[in-house]
């Protein structure tokens, strides 16, 4: 047996490890019996070379699948503050096997299910979720959107992976003890940082660009590859920054957030523009002929229900809806 294979019945009781070192109750994550149970991971762990080989490659699927180094994945994988869903989610994946796992990661259209699959908060198209992180801080996710939650005794990281959150800052309940230096809270996204100062804020990500909005109090961007200052932008302003610079601010539009209260608001909105947005919520292909592309619309539309809106575009727009099937519609010109 080479040096690399691993028994199929190592790679279980592996995946078995994986799930018992992370309780269903988080608050058991410091009791007696987690303590024990992690001396006997501990001490399988140590018991046969196969057990360690084992044990990294769940490491380096999770790093894969999260987008970290495989040495770090190795050192968070059995942290108590590991999440109970990811722990399942990737025990799934490892049953799954490596074949499954390589093949939806580079389909196109599997992409976006791996990002929500590997993170630890994550909604579906047409779904929103709202969550309250360790320290307070509260976040609501748009529809198609993933986070990872990164809480250390340095530092307060939220890691949007795609989609869009609007985050409410909290004080942080746990200063450093010799300073009572607060450790910051930020954002990141493919393009850089978005750094909280005690605020209400949005965050999407785009692609090469995130934008943000800020609905109260203050944040920093901080492109990824930037060599100017972080530019700060204050309440009712928005912005975006790409991995080498930042745009300058701008006012920011009343219905930036309108989606967190299930709403989509145009005002004069083109309607390519409109219904390029409204398929974020709605599954399956969404499109707006070129023919209609520049028709305007304005008013405020639930998102809950996606066919209602449509239906509405008609009556006060000269177009017409053609369904090839239920899941790709077409908005285009009355003919």
Avoid: K
């Avoid at 999260?66 to 999440?83: D, E, F, I, S, Y």
């Avoid at 959107?145 to 909290?170: K, M």
């Avoid at 066919?307 to 017409?320: F, N």
């Amino acid at each position: 047996m080479a040096s690399t294979d691993i028994p199929p019945a190592v790679a279980r009781q592996a995946v078995q490890w994986l799930l018992q070192l992370q309780p269903e109750d988080e608050s058991q994550s410091t009791s007696g019996d987690a303590q024990r149970t992690r001396q006997r991971w501990q001490s399988w762990l140590a018991a046969d070379p196969a057990h360690a080989r084992a044990w990294q490659r769940i490491a380096d699927v999770d790093g894969q699948l999260r987008g970290v180094p495989p040495a770090v994945a190795l050192q968070t994988l059995a942290a108590p503050g590991m999440h109970r869903r990811r722990a399942v989610r990737l025990a799934l994946l490892l049953t799954a096997g490596a074949g499954a796992l390589v093949a939806a990661r580079q389909s196109g259209v599997g992409a976006q299910a791996w990002q929500q699959v590997a993170a630890d908060l994550s909604t579906a198209t047409g779904e929103r979720r709202a969550s309250v992180l360790p320290d307070g801080t509260r976040i609501q996710l748009n529809t198609a959107s993933a986070v990872d939650v990164r809480y250390s005794s340095t530092e307060r990281l939220i890691v949007l992976r795609a989609g869009e959150i609007l985050v409410q800052s909290a004080p942080d309940p746990a200063p450093d003890a010799a300073t009572g230096t607060a450790r910051p809270l930020r954002v990141r996204t493919a393009d850089g940082l978005v750094r909280a100062i005690g605020t209400r804020f949005t965050v999407r990500q785009h692609d090469g660009r995130t934008a943000v909005g800020v609905l109260q109090g203050a944040v920093e961007l901080i492109p990824a590859e930037g060599l100017r200052p972080p530019l700060r932008l204050h309440a009712a302003e928005q912005g975006h920054f790409s991995r080498h610079a930042a745009s300058a601010a701008q006012p920011l539009h009343e219905a930036a957030s309108a989606w967190s209260e299930g709403m989509l608001v145009a005002d004069d909105m083109p309607l390519a523009d409109f219904i390029a947005e409204l398929a974020r919520h709605r599954p399956g292909v969404l499109r707006c002929a070129p023919e209609a592309a520049g028709l305007r619309v304005s008013g405020s539309y639930p998102l809950a229900d996606t066919g209602r809106v449509l239906g509405a575009l008609t009556l006060s727009l000269p177009v017409q809806i053609h369904a090839r099937t239920r899941w790709w519609v077409t908005v285009e010109p009355r003919g």
